[in-house]
C-alpha cells in the first residue's frame, strides 16, 4: 500500500507560482511513476504532468513551458512547479502514484487563480 499526502495549493492571481508537494508512504520502493492531474468543475480528470522511472516527464499541452515536474528520492516527495498561472488553471490538483502494487491517489488539493 501507498499512502500520498499533498500541500502547497491555495488561491494566486493570475501570472503567479504556487509548488505543490507530494509526499509518498509506506511501499514506496514498488513505485515507479510519479504525476499529477486536475479536474475543473464539470470537467473529467486530466494529466498534468507525469515522471515515469528511467523516462523524460512528460506533460499537457497547455502547461509545457509553464509548469514542471520534479521529485525527491530520498525524500519520496514529488512537486508540482507552476509558474505564469491562468485562471483556466483553476482545478482540484491530484498526486498519482504507479506501483507495482496499483494504482494510488491523494485526496487532491485546490487551486484557485483568480484573473
Known amino acids: 500500500q501507498v499512502q500520498l499526502v499533498e500541500s502547497g495549493g491555495g488561491l494566486v492571481q493570475a501570472g503567479g507560482s504556487l509548488r505543490l508537494s507530494c509526499a509518498a508512504s509506506?511501499?514506496?520502493?514498488?513505485?515507479?511513476?510519479r504525476g499529477w492531474y486536475r479536474q475543473a468543475p464539470g470537467k473529467q480528470r486530466e494529466l498534468v504532468a507525469r515522471i515515469i522511472s528511467g523516462s523524460s516527464p512528460n506533460y499537457a499541452d497547455s502547461v509545457k513551458g509553464r509548469f514542471t515536474i520534479s521529485r525527491d528520492s530520498a525524500k519520496n516527495t514529488v512537486y508540482l512547479q507552476m509558474n505564469s498561472l491562468k485562471p483556466e488553471d483553476t482545478a482540484v490538483y491530484y498526486c498519482n502514484a504507479q506501483s507495482f502494487s496499483g494504482e494510488y491517489w491523494g485526496q487532491g488539493t485546490q487551486v484557485t487563480v483568480s484573473s
Open positions: 509506506g511501499t514506496t520502493i514498488s513505485i515507479y511513476g
